[in-house]
């Protein structure tokens, strides 16, 4: 018969044990507006803590949806929250209008005056080019 660990049980508060169950690197929609530019944009949050991840993306129809933003707490990066993520993103950039996803500008905006893709967004399509799931085309990354 197994016992269980009464320890772990009630050392931690039922939401704890809750949060240590469900898949983390699952996002939710949490927010969908027009911004100051005209463009739709949805915001994505990681379940269960929003601090732990945050993902915007421009809803782009025409084109593929762009992702704009991404962060990953520290303690939740390398564990396939990213590219879970952009495979769901992508999934329904191609439902929505035909195209993959894509990122932002690779490189410096001459018009901003600022670099458009953020170290850690690169390294995510870097990896998504080693497994096989994007490439680059020009100055964006997009999904195969």
């Known amino acids: 018969m197994l016992k269980p660990n009464l320890n772990k ?3 931690i508060s039922f939401n704890e ?4 169950n469900e898949d983390v690197s699952e996002w939710i929609e949490i927010n ?13 949050a990681l379940k269960g803590n929003r601090r732990n991840g945050l993902l915007t993306v421009e809803v782009d129809s025409k084109n593929g949806y762009r992702v704009r933003n991404i962060f990953v707490s520290k303690s939740m990066q390398r ?3 990213a590219i879970n993520g952009y495979d769901m993103l992508n999934n329904l950039s191609i439902k929505d209008g035909g195209k993959p996803l894509r990122s932002s500008e690779i490189g410096y905006n001459k018009e901003s ?7 850690e967004s690169e390294g995510v399509w870097k990896k998504l080019i080693s497994i096989g799931k ?5 100055d964006h990354y997009v999904f195969i």
Do not use: H, M
């Open 79 to 81: 564990q396939g929250c």
């Open 32 to 44: 969908r507006y027009k911004g100051s530019d005209g463009g739709y944009y949805i915001d994505y």
């Open 134 to 138: 994007a490439r680059q085309d020009g």
């Open 17 to 20: 044990w809750l949060n240590e």
């Open 9 to 11: 049980l009630f050392s």
């Open 113 to 119: 005056s600022v670099t458009s893709l953020s170290p």
